[in-house]
Each structure stands twice: as C-alpha cells, then as structure tokens.
C-alpha cells in the first residue's frame, strides 16, 4: 500500500484539497478537488489528476453547509477514493506563520493556539486556514497535521528588506515586512536549476500573477525582497486589492470621508484594483476581452505598476539575470506577459513573441542578456512535499 498525503487549502467560502501518493522520492497527484460557495450556494467537484470528473454534486441554493460540513464530505470522499492507499498526514496552507514560523510545522493544540495569535495579522484569510486544522485536530487526533506558511520563505530575507521606517519597538513587535506567496515562490525556486542554472545560481524575479499578486526576488533560489509586506494588499494591484497605497490615503478616509477600519478594508481589499479601476471585472480574461476605456486603463496601471516593482526588484538583486511568470495570469496571459517584457527591454529583456504565444517555457530570444521564462506553479506539491519531509523528521 503507498503512502499518501492530503493537502487543504481552505479560504472564506471555499475548501479545496488534493491527495498526493508516494511514487520513489517524489509525491505525484491522485486527484484534486474543491468544496466551494459555502454558505451560499454550496457545490463539490472532484478531479483525477488528469482532468476527469470523478465526483459533483450541487447542495442547491442557500443550504447549509459551513467548512465543517464541507471538510466531513472531503474526508468521506478521500475515505472511498484513496483505496490501496495509506493516508500519513494533512498538509495545511496558512497564510501567515509570523516572526516565528520560519519553517513548516507539525500542529499540536499548541501549536495551533499559537497559529490564532497571527489572525490580527492576516483577519480575511488565517481563521480560515485554521478551521480545517482545529476540526481534524478534535477528530482525527491521530493523524499528524503540518502547517506550511506563506511567509515562511520570506524569514531569510535581509533584515533591511523587512523594515519600516517606523520606530524600532514596531519592528519588535512584529509590524514588518513578511512578504506572501512564500510556497509558489519556493517552488518555482526549485524548479528553476532545471530550467536555467545560470538564473537559479544568480538574480531572478518571480512574477506571481494570479488574483492575488507579488513579486520576489530571489538570489541564488532564496528570497531577498518581495512586493507584499504587512499584509498581502501591499505591492502590485490585484483582481480586487489595491497594492501598495500611500498612509496618508487611509488618514484621509477617516478623516474626511468619516470611514472606519472595516470600510477602509473592504474598499482596499475588495473593491479595488483591477475591479475598482476598470469599473468591469476583477478577471483579467474579461478586461483583456473587454472594449471598455476604462478595462485598458486597468491594464495599463497594471503593467505600469509591475515594470516599476521589477527595476524595483531588481535594484535590490544588483542585476539580473532571468524573470519568471506565473499563476493565473502569468502563465495563461501572452498578451500581459509581452507588455512586462516590453517594459523590462531596458534590463535586458528581448522577448521571442512565437515562443511567447506558444507558452514556453522559454519566452525570452537566444540571444536575449536577460532571459524570461514561463513555469506553472504548483503550491499545493510544495506543501505535500513539506508535509511529508515533516512527518519523516
Ligand atoms: P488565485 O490567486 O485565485 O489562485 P489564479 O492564479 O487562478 O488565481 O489566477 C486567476 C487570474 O488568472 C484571473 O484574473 C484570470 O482571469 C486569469 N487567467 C486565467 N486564465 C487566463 C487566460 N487564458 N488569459 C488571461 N488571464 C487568465
């Protein structure tokens, strides 16, 4: 019987999960699928690892189910598809690990007392992230369960990359710079020696364009810089958040407009961006299509924004030596992925359109100084991978 990890990632309404069987030294994928619309209109798909429905079903408009009840399907699900396999243990996404969590992280009741304190730091995505965790602790006790952070690729940074100007007792008490995306960047940083040992050894950016969005830089395959800070609505316009924002705006809000703190947020987390800009759509695949003025306007801040946090980036790396995109945009978009690249033509990057429209890997020209690259990310593989190096630690 192989051995099996499942892995949960779990958001406000949706919860998806993906099992991954032992095969030699590496993990492969079984089937993956995602419980979604809880608390509206709840439905449940599954997938073999090559595309094939294996299992829907609609609960229907306004029924019940809460993540609790979603997480009770998953399992009973994994229970009859994960025959002839032998689940070890549930790998978990959670955003934020703090100053501490440099590293994933076996999760005992402490441990996951300690994973609560961080809520304030992450209020819209770590409670959820926990859910999962705190019911498999009370029903499955036995089964081990590891946490893997978004953060935690960012904790090697420099300390100065991790700074605010503001008084130092801030910084102490953990009002830093801790940077997102940590496990698509760790994993791209793993893939990159196969793709381009020049850049793996020397200066890449990674652009992580997806609904949410940022930037790393990475020398040598370790983070040095990212776009995100505080929280994940610094940095680059996203589907809905508004990146990196001048204080003085939120002051203004309050002062003038008579906003407190949950209008602020729900203006800068979910209303801005590409959607409040455009007035259209969060979707980057409706504005491209889209004839609208102010869909181009959306695009072009957000292209903008992108080639000034790559010299950005790139300052800090001191050169560079590849750029490389993915997630939702980053790897489906050649009509985006040309635009940074045009904009990135002053370091270096030539861009070969036929091998853009063809998708890569390589995007960049032979004879390109700095070269541009296409990878699919795949978080969830980073956190079975982890999740299994946890349980054989
Ligand atoms: P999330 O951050 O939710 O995981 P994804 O990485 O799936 O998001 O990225 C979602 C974004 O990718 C959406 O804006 C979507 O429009 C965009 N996207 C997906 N496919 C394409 C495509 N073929 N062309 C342009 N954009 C695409």
């Known amino acids: 019987m192989a051995d099996a990890i499942a892995v949960l990632n779990a958001g406000s309404s949706s919860l998806k999960f993906s099992l991954f069987a032992q095969t030699g030294t590496d993990l492969e994928l079984v089937l993956r699928g995602q419980a979604e619309g809880l608390g509206t209109a709840p439905r449940f798909v599954a997938k073999s690892a090559s595309g094939d429905t294996l299992c829907a079903h609609d609960w229907g408009e306004g029924a019940q189910i809460d993540h609790d009840g979603a997480l009770a399907h998953i399992v009973a699900f994994l229970q ?12 978990h996404r959670v955003v934020h690990g703090g100053m501490r969590y440099a590293q994933p992280v076996r999760v005992d009741r402490a441990v996951l007392q300690d994973l609560e304190q961080f809520i304030p730091l992450a209020p819209l995505h770590q409670p959820h992230n ?17 946490a893997c952070f978004d953060t935690a690729f960012h904790r090697a940074q420099p300390e100065l990359a991790q700074m605010f100007a503001l008084p130092r007792e801030l910084h102490d008490e953990g009002v830093r710079r801790y940077g997102f995306h940590g496990l698509s960047y760790e994993y791209i940083a793993s893939r990159l020696p196969h793709l381009d040992p020049v850049a793996a050894k020397g200066r890449t950016v990674v652009l ?3 609904n949410g969005a940022s930037m790393c830089a990475l020398s040598g395959g370790r983070s040095v810089a990212s776009t995100m800070g505080f929280t994940a609505v610094d940095g680059l316009p996203m589907g809905t958040r508004c990146g990196a924002l001048d204080p003085g705006v939120v002051l203004y809000l309050m002062d003038q407009r008579g906003m407190d703190a949950r209008a602020i947020e729900k ?17 980057m695949r409706t504005l491209l299509a889209s004839g609208e003025p102010r869909a181009a306007l959306a695009l072009d801040l957000y292209v903008y924004r992108i080639a000034r946090e790559l010299g950005s980036l790139a300052a800090a790396l001191g050169g560079l030596d590849a750029i490389v995109f993915t997630a939702g945009i980053g790897e489906n978009s050649a009509a985006i992925r040309a635009r940074v690249c045009q904009g990135a033509a002053w370091l270096g990057v030539t861009l070969d359109e036929p091998a853009n429209q063809a998708g890569g890997p390589r995007l960049s020209a032979a004879d390109s100084p700095t070269a541009a690259w296409v990878l699919p990310t795949n978080e969830e593989l980073m956190i079975a991978r982890h999740t299994q190096r946890q349980l054989s630690a």
């Open 267 to 283: 203006l800068i987390y979910n209303q801005s961006g590409l959607l409040g800009v455009s007035g259209v759509s969060s979707d």
């Open 80 to 91: 009859q598809h994960a025959q002839g396999l032998s689940l070890k243990g549930i790998g």
């Open 208 to 210: 992580h364009l997806g």
């Open 130 to 146: 926990l859910t999962p965790i705190r019911l498999m602790l009370e029903q499955r006790p036995e089964l081990p369960q590891v």
